[in-house]
């Protein structure tokens, strides 16, 4: 089924798969979202009422305040958080170090743009170990 | 990220899981900034105190990496936390005040300095000139790095955390000189009452809202770590300096601002209609319940500079003043103030307007501030609506 490769750079170790939500905004993490119920709080967001929940985040990066990376571990601890993160701009510092404690895999670097491939609730294989992610390829 | 031996041992756990947590949150970082290696850093400045901002996670994680007995390895400070311990009857719950005291607590047993404040570069001696820091707060990243050559990137509370207890930072971005140019330059094109009539405008006479929406704005347009902001930083004075850091670290990845000209730079203007869309994003009522001032805290210059605006008339409505309890010292000592708290001003130390819990939806609709950074989280995290205006208006308007 996933029968395309994309490589990419490992940012945070580890392996997920599952259903995918795209974004081609940035996220405030500690203003944007709601860490009760994992979903966007930010009316103007393209993910506005999404829940992050047990999917595969593809952003371009997160901005803002500093706090957010206790965002991130909030909503995994909470069981409301993402099982990977695509960024498809450049990992930021507040993405790395939240995912980095906790331990959810993130990549950044793509050698194609992941848009040609994925839509929402698209599924694919994360394997940041491996600096690859498996895609279904439409053709 | 090349690590050293010790550092690999480290991030194994050989010295214990607060030193492994450190390194793991550092490799991550090194990783996504394309760093070669770690470098010692004069100083760390942690985010993060705040209960309304962590949550419970965050305070267990605090207690768990605080219980081993690791202490920081460098001078670090301390962002603000929820609300001013001096205060008696704040109206808050047991459970907020109980998991504050336990993140305090937690911060005090790995050794850091209960300076609760996000002005620290006014409030502590500096290093020297060309150092480097991890600076967690984006405000005072701005500020090191645009004004006073102290050379951090913009981190996050969990890196800052682990440059702290670990005394390193991977050597990337805006700590490597190449890095620290403008590809784009941001030039204020907005006509005020003392502009020429060539409609040439001397950033002199832009007052401390125009700059931090400069910083909001210039924040949301670059795209890098460095961007350019045309005006002489000679003749801008700290309050608009600090208001444009603010906006600037609010809206998105920039870390520094740069007012010469590097070559190779695009000029963008930022003219009243890029003002306006800034401003209608932010200003979201009309009039405000309260005023508040201080995203970041008040220092003396701009206690000093209500002082003189107030000049003996009193506020019509509640005036919070969050600032530094060493700022709060010494206007107690000019006397500043009490001419302030007789105008009805009420002052907070040791908190701040982001994510107040003395700030919500149940007690008011709106508040009026001259704070870019304040509306951004009033609005999206508080949910109160916020009139923007600038402090001299605020003032004319609300006093007698």
Redesign the interface.
Same mark, same amino acid.
């Given at each position: 089924m996933f029968n395309e490769t994309i490589n990419c750079?490992?940012?945070?170790e580890g392996k997920a798969e599952g259903k995918v939500i795209v974004s081609k905004n940035?996220i #405030?993490f500690?203003?944007?979202v709601n860490?009760d119920t994992g979903k966007i709080?930010?009316q103007s967001h393209d993910l506005f009422n999404i829940s992050l929940k047990d999917k595969i985040l593809v952003f371009p990066?997160s901005? +803002?305040?500093?706090?957010?990376?206790? @965002?991130i571990?909030?909503l995994?601890?909470?069981n409301l958080g993402p099982k990977g993160i695509i960024c498809t701009?450049?990992?930021?510092?507040?993405?790395?170090?939240?995912?980095?404690?906790a331990n959810i895999p993130?990549v950044?670097k793509l050698e194609k743009d992941i848009h040609d491939f994925i839509k929402n609730e698209s599924r694919l294989i994360l394997d940041a170990t491996n600096q690859k992610i498996m895609v279904k390829n439409r053709n | 990220m090349q690590l050293t031996t010790e550092e690999e041992k480290a991030l194994n756990g050989e010295f214990g899981e607060t030193l492994s947590?450190a390194y793991?949150?550092l490799?991550?970082?090194g #990783?996504? #900034?394309d760093a070669e290696k770690l470098i010692p850093i004069k100083w760390a400045h942690v985010?993060?105190v705040?209960y309304n901002?962590? +949550?419970?996670?965050?305070e267990?994680?605090l207690k768990e990496i605080s219980s081993e007995g690791k202490k920081v390895m460098i001078p670090t400070t301390l962002n603000p936390m929820g609300f001013d311990s001096t205060k008696k009857n704040i109206g808050l719950t047991e459970e907020f005040v109980n998991n504050q005291l336990s993140i305090t607590d937690s911060y005090k047993k790995l050794g850091v300095n209960m300076s609760f404040t996000c002005i620290p570069y006014e409030i502590f001696s500096l290093p020297k000139k060309g150092e480097y820091a991890s600076f967690?707060?984006?405000n005072a990243a701005v500020f090191l790095n645009s004004i006073l050559n102290i050379k951090t #990137?913009?981190?996050?509370?969990?890196? @800052?955390l682990?440059s702290a207890i670990t005394g390193k930072t991977p050597y990337s971005d805006l700590l490597i000189e190449e890095n620290r140019k403008s590809k784009i330059m941001i030039k204020p094109e907005l006509s005020t009452d003392e502009s020429d009539a060539l409609g040439q405008v001397d950033t002199f006479n832009l007052n401390e809202l125009d700059f931090g929406l400069l910083g909001y704005y210039a924040g949301k347009v670059s795209?890098e770590s460095c961007v350019g902001i045309d005006c002489k930083k000679d003749q801008v004075d700290i309050v608009k300096m600090k208001s444009l850091s603010a906006g600037m670290?609010? @809206?998105?990845?920039c870390g520094m601002f740069k007012t010469e000209e590097d070559s190779m730079t695009e000029k963008i203007s930022f003219g009243k209609k890029e003002r306006e869309s800034v401003f209608d994003e932010l200003n979201t009522s009309e009039m405000g319940d309260i005023i508040v001032l201080g995203s970041p805290q008040l220092g003396m210059s701009e206690i000093n500079l209500l002082d003189n605006m107030i000049h003996g008339k009193k506020f019509k409505k509640k005036c919070m003043i969050f600032c530094a309890k060493p700022v709060y010292e010494i206007a107690k000592e000019n006397e500043s103030l009490y001419r302030l708290e007789k105008a009805g001003c009420e002052f907070f130390c040791d908190s701040c307007t982001?994510?107040t819990p003395l700030i919500t939806k149940d007690k008011y609709d709106s508040i009026t501030t001259n704070s870019v950074k304040c509306s951004?989280?009033m609005k999206?995290?508080n949910k109160v609506g916020v009139s923007l205006k600038n402090l001299n208006s605020i003032v004319k308007e609300n006093t007698i």
């Open positions: 750079r490992k940012i945070v940035p #405030n500690l203003a944007m860490l709080t930010d990066h901005i +803002g305040s500093s706090v957010g990376a206790y @965002s571990y909030a995994k601890t909470n701009a450049k990992a930021d510092i507040i993405t790395a170090s939240g995912c980095a404690i993130v950044d | 947590v793991r949150i490799l991550a970082i #990783n996504a #900034n985010s993060g705040n901002t962590i +949550g419970k996670s965050g267990e994680f967690a707060e984006s #990137n913009k981190e996050s509370a969990l890196s @800052s682990a795209k670290g609010t @809206s998105g990845i982001c994510l951004y989280y999206h995290s």
